[in-house]
């Protein structure tokens, strides 16, 4: 993975840096001005971006920067596992916008410019990855591919303030720094271990990739001898976990070994392995390969089973331990959760959507190790293939699939317009950035999947149709606070929108009010009306679409006599419009 050459500066160069900043500018401004220009500012309908704007609210409304709890989901509260640091960018924004807005126009308007300001910085690591492996031609082939892969990418446009955006710069970062050939490696190296901390201290669901690029520099010095890469990224990785911690949890919970969020745990792993890999970088380098291999081997057994005895219950996904109905019943679902083969829509298109990019990289990345054999290289393909299994298994791991592919396809035609130097091979890599992309393969098929279907009628579709929870909401209004029971997806769009409390939604951290949502839905009306009252529930929010499942499991029970248009004994009805309101009688 030799780099190019950089010749001297010339105006060509000057071009192409002008170009870039023009693609990552594009990449950033084109969708908030689709999305300003429609008037459609704030989250559209996905829960977990509603919950994440309505954490920053609350932080921004004098609640503490460790309590990111929601006290107003669940009988008692839900405590949440999301990252505060998240929100600090949100915030900034919408503090910098709310002297000319009001807080809440503010608030929707930081969400609307958020995600493609993270777009523009993801464009902008490709092109670093393409200038390391392909000087001045590498930055344009990564700033075109980049520009070109996110404009349909959902987790950057407006709206989409999760932290799944936040994952895909951080892994492709840490995966260029380790891979990128340079001689200041352990500037990259210290890089790579800071963004693989952050990423665990954002979302721990990315932990295995971060395994895998905690592995890379570890074996690497172990087979090469080369010091400087290992050192950077074991001390920074240390380092960044412990100040990340400190930064995040509060002390009441500093021995709670949480598996779902950044704890003591993973501190332990990260102190005992990143140090242990600066020590032996330092002290051990002079030692022969077998000799350096088996004090590695060492310390990760020693990290291991230090990880393994202190919480053997995060060797595990955390989701198996859910309850069976809570499994049945809400995780299956949960469309995050489904696997590939059990997700909606059409396989042909959805195929071509989600593994486009990926076969094309894949394809890419062996016939370069075949040219070529390159640590690097390999680490792309562990990390690519990797990520599609992973999104075979949950769909929720797209994004990572499409960042590492992204990155791959960036390293690859950077090295071929590299080594053939010449303007036609360059046009070749920058058009082939264009011709892989999942959408431009999608397209095709998509068009026959439709052309196939059109016209055609489902003889097992139904008339249900989604509910407009916003409506719902409305109609609740923001009186005197209420319990309400709703749908999951309706839980945070009624926490945002009325000062109402709601008894369960879509976070696995609060599985017993979703074991009490399920119970009362699947109860005979007359029982379920009991527990409603015993909770204290005062309003029930009833949509015949999300409510199909307790209808088909459990048709005695309450949701299927509301499907059904029933009356129930202490219920009165006081709205409806697709969506129902009823009052549970005291």
Same mark, same amino acid.
């Given at each position: 993975?030799?780099?190019?050459?950089?010749?001297?500066?010339?105006?060509?160069?000057?071009?192409?840096?002008?170009?870039?900043?023009?693609?990552?500018?594009?990449?950033?401004?084109?969708?908030?001005?689709?999305?300003?220009?429609?008037?459609?500012?704030?989250?559209?309908?996905?829960?977990?971006?509603?919950?994440?704007?309505?954490?920053?609210?609350?932080?921004?409304?004098?609640?503490?920067?460790?309590?990111?709890?929601?006290?107003?989901?669940?009988?008692?509260?839900?405590?949440?596992?999301?990252?505060?640091?998240?929100?600090?960018?949100?915030?900034?924004?919408?503090?910098?916008?709310?002297?000319?807005?009001?807080?809440?126009?503010?608030?929707?308007?930081?969400?609307?410019?958020?995600?493609?300001?993270?777009?523009?910085?993801?464009?902008?690591?490709?092109?670093?990855?393409?200038?390391?492996?392909?000087?001045?031609? @590498?930055?344009?082939?990564?700033?075109?591919?980049?520009?070109?892969?996110?404009?349909?990418?959902?987790?950057?446009?407006?709206?989409?303030?999760?932290?799944?955006?936040?994952?895909?710069?951080?892994?492709?970062?840490?995966?260029?720094?380790?891979?990128?050939?340079?001689?200041?490696?352990?500037?990259?190296?210290? #890089?790579?271990?800071?963004?693989?901390?952050?990423?665990?201290?954002?979302?721990?669901?990315?932990?295995?990739?971060?395994?895998?690029?905690?592995?890379?520099?570890?074996?690497?010095?172990?087979?090469?001898?080369?010091?400087?890469?290992?050192?950077?990224?074991?001390?920074?990785?240390?380092?960044?976990?412990?100040?990340?911690?400190?930064?995040?949890?509060?002390?009441?919970?500093?021995?709670?070994?949480?598996?779902?969020?950044?704890?003591?745990?993973?501190?332990?792993?990260?102190?005992?392995?990143?140090?242990?890999?600066?020590?032996?970088?330092?002290?051990?380098?002079?030692?022969?390969?077998?000799?350096?291999?088996?004090?590695?081997?060492?310390?990760?057994?020693?990290?291991? @089973?230090?990880?393994?005895?202190?919480?053997?219950?995060?060797?595990?996904?955390?989701?198996?331990?859910?309850?069976?109905?809570?499994?049945?019943?809400?995780?299956?679902?949960?469309?995050?959760?489904?696997?590939?083969?059990?997700?909606?829509?059409?396989?042909?298109?959805?195929?071509?959507?989600?593994?486009?990019?990926?076969?094309?990289?894949?394809?890419?990345?062996?016939?370069?190790?075949?040219?070529?054999?390159?640590?690097?290289?390999?680490?792309?393909?562990?990390? #690519?293939?990797?990520?599609?299994?992973?999104?075979?298994?949950?769909?929720?791991?797209?994004?990572?699939?499409?960042?590492?592919?992204?990155?791959?396809?960036?390293?690859?035609?950077?090295?071929?317009?590299?080594?053939?130097?010449?303007?036609?091979?360059?046009?070749?890599?920058?058009?082939?950035?264009?011709?892989?992309?999942?959408?431009?393969?999608?397209?095709?098929?998509?068009?026959?999947?439709?052309?196939?279907?059109?016209?055609?009628?489902?003889?097992?579709?139904?008339?249900?149709?989604?509910?407009?929870?916003?409506?719902?909401?409305?109609?609740?209004?923001?009186?005197?606070?209420?319990?309400?029971?709703?749908?999951?997806?309706?839980?945070?769009?009624?926490?945002?929108?009325?000062?109402?409390?709601?008894?369960?939604?879509?976070?696995?951290?609060?599985?017993?009010?979703?074991?009490?949502?399920?119970?009362?839905?699947?109860?005979?009306?007359?029982?379920?009306?009991?527990?409603?009252?015993?909770?204290?529930?005062?309003? #029930?929010?009833?949509?015949?679409?999300?409510?199909?499942?307790?209808?088909?499991?459990?048709?005695?029970?309450?949701?299927?006599?509301?499907?059904?248009?029933?009356?129930?004994?202490?219920?009165?009805?006081?709205?409806?419009?697709?969506?129902?309101?009823?009052?549970?009688?005291?």
């Amino acid at each position: 993975m030799g780099r190019a050459s950089l010749s001297a500066w010339t105006w060509q160069d000057g071009a192409v840096w002008a170009a870039v900043v023009l693609l990552i500018a594009y990449s950033m401004l084109r969708p908030i001005s689709v999305a300003l220009g429609a008037g459609d500012i704030g989250p559209d309908d996905p829960f977990d971006d509603i919950m994440r704007l309505m954490q920053v609210r609350d932080w921004m409304g004098g609640q503490s920067w460790f309590d990111t709890d929601q006290n107003r989901l669940g009988v008692e509260g839900t405590r949440m596992h999301w990252s505060r640091l998240v929100d600090v960018p949100i915030a900034a924004l919408a503090l910098l916008i709310e002297p000319f807005a009001g807080r809440e126009r503010a608030l929707l308007l930081a969400a609307t410019v958020w995600p493609p300001m993270l777009g523009g910085v993801f464009v902008a690591v490709l092109a670093a990855a393409g200038r390391s492996f392909g000087g001045t031609v @590498g930055l344009l082939v990564g700033a075109v591919g980049g520009a070109v892969i996110i404009t349909q990418l959902t987790v950057f446009i407006p709206g989409r303030i999760d932290h799944h955006n936040w994952q895909m710069i951080l892994l492709a970062l840490a995966a260029t720094a380790l891979v990128a050939p340079t001689g200041r490696a352990h500037v990259l190296g210290a #890089v790579a271990g800071a963004a693989v901390a952050l990423s665990i201290a954002i979302g721990t669901e990315t932990l295995v990739f971060c395994a895998v690029l905690c592995a890379y520099p570890a074996i690497d010095w172990a087979w090469t001898g080369a010091p400087k890469r290992a050192a950077g990224f074991g001390a920074a990785l240390a380092a960044a976990m412990v100040v990340l911690f400190f930064v995040s949890i509060p002390p009441a919970r500093y021995g709670l070994a949480d598996c779902d969020q950044i704890s003591v745990i993973h501190v332990l792993a990260a102190v005992v392995g990143g140090g242990g890999l600066f020590l032996l970088a330092r002290f051990a380098t002079g030692r022969g390969r077998w000799t350096r291999f088996a004090v590695l081997s060492a310390l990760g057994v020693i990290a291991v @089973g230090l990880l393994a005895a202190s919480a053997p219950h995060c060797l595990a996904n955390p989701l198996d331990g859910l309850p069976e109905p809570v499994t049945e019943f809400w995780l299956s679902e949960v469309a995050e959760a489904k696997g590939f083969a059990d997700a909606d829509g059409n396989v042909p298109l959805r195929l071509a959507l989600t593994f486009g990019t990926f076969l094309v990289a894949a394809a890419l990345l062996i016939w370069s190790l075949c040219v070529q054999r390159s640590a690097g290289l390999l680490l792309l393909v562990v990390l #690519v293939a990797g990520a599609a299994a992973f999104t075979i298994y949950q769909i929720r791991y797209t994004s990572v699939l499409w960042a590492f592919s992204a990155l791959s396809l960036v390293v690859v035609l950077s090295r071929f317009a590299a080594r053939e130097r010449t303007r036609a091979a360059a046009a070749l890599a920058v058009l082939a950035a264009f011709i892989v992309h999942p959408m431009q393969l999608a397209f095709p098929v998509g068009m026959l999947v439709l052309s196939a279907e059109d016209g055609e009628t489902d003889e097992t579709d139904t008339a249900l149709e989604p509910c407009d929870y916003d409506r719902a909401a409305a109609e609740l209004g923001g009186g005197q606070p209420l319990f309400v029971m709703a749908p999951f997806n309706a839980g945070p769009t009624i926490l945002m929108d009325t000062p109402h409390r709601v008894l369960a939604s879509n976070y696995h951290r609060g599985a017993e009010d979703i074991a009490r949502h399920i119970d009362i839905a699947t109860s005979p009306p007359d029982q379920a009306v009991t527990k409603l009252q015993r909770f204290g529930v005062e309003r #029930v929010v009833h949509c015949a679409y999300h409510a199909a499942i307790y209808a088909e499991r459990a048709p005695d029970g309450l949701h299927a006599a509301l499907s059904h248009g029933e009356p129930v004994a202490g219920l009165t009805l006081l709205w409806e419009d697709g969506a129902r309101i009823y009052a549970v009688e005291r």
